[in-house]
């Protein structure tokens, strides 16, 4: 078995990571501080940067600008592009755009591609995905979904009430998940829709436990009789649930490797605080229970680099329907490890680690989020438990 890299996504690896080191990460608290004043003259130079290194949606196909990489060249860069919580954006890899470049390429009408992909490819917009409604509606279980498109000439019109859709309020356009039948498998569909359009209310960002930060603002929307073309469907009708697998499998792998690259980040810069603190007589590095949290997270993080690529591996292959507990699995245990390596972290940096001078206190609030978005622990657990005991789960390299 090879497990090294192909030559060019070595080379494209470096880059990104050079990209990273030298030009992103010196100013990402700029542009955080920028993002609070909604200023955004950092992020966009560096973007420029971006575009002028051939760096710039990598996961796109030549022809809109990116690189034609699969989903494991997606998820090598966005490795790197994680280790800061305003990398991925600087690419224009961040969620959840990206998914939804994805899934408008797959799906999307010749006249959405114009309108829509062309300037989100290009950074020019942002959008969101409306998927998750309040109780009793969609959540972690869809099948709740209460929105409704019901048609209306050679369209439909859409009703319903969203939350929880990230950069909804500064989106061009949202793609919204909406019954059209009581089928449970073939009852939803999903649409392109024009966030300004008559009778798109956003009621309120919600406030959440971690700061904003650039998209990643949680907005709650109201849709009051809001009317959908026939162009503005995504796929066929009916094709709603199983459009959200295809988009939510890979998108959920480009999640993992993102927190990856953040528990890497945070990991390193224990090794760096241990090393020198003394205490007791000795480095910290020189205390057992501290090599023990070192060596827990470190594994953790292999078994989650492992696990990703598994999974990417096996959706090149083509065994999308196989690949689904994996992606499962995968999430379940980066989610998990990213919480617990930022918890250690603030442990083992003590006063330090609690303090905002260091980001771990931060990035730890936002990274509780990772076991509820796209599927909280519980839901991905039963995934994988359901495929074991129907003896699916055989495909374990
Ligand atoms: C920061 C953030 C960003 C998000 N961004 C988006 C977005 O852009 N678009 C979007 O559509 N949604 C988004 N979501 C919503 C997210 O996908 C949902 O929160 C998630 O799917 C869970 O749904 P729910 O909140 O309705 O929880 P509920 O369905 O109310 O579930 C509550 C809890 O019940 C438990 N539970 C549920 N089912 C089971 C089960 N079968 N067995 C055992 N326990 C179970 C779990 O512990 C779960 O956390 C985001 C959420 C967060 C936190």
Redesign the pocket.
Known sequence: MDFSLPAHLQSLRSRVRDFMEQRIIPLETTIIEEDKTQTYDTLRNLQAAAKGAGLWTPHLPEEFGGLGLGIMGMCVLFREMGRSPVGARVFNCD??DQGNMDLLLKTASPAIKERWLAPLCAGDITS????????PG????PS?LSTTATRDGDGWVLNGH?W?????NAASFLIV?ARTGEDPRSGASMFVIDRHAPGVEHMREIP?M?PPLLV?R?AEFRFTDVRVGPDQILGQEGEGFMLAQKRLVPARLTHCMRWLGQADRALQMCREYVIERRSFGRRLAEHQLIQKMIADNAVAIHMGNLMTFHCAWMLEQGAGREARPYSSMAKNHVARLLCQVLDDAIQMHGGLGYSDDLPFATWYRGAR?AR????????H??VVARDFLKNRLNLLV
């Open positions: 969620a959840p969101g995905f409306c998927m998750t409604e309040p109780a969609a959540g972690a279980d709740n969203k929880y859709t990230t950069g909804g998940m959440v971690a990643h949680e989020a509820i978005a796209d599927g909280p622990d519980e839901v657990t039963m």
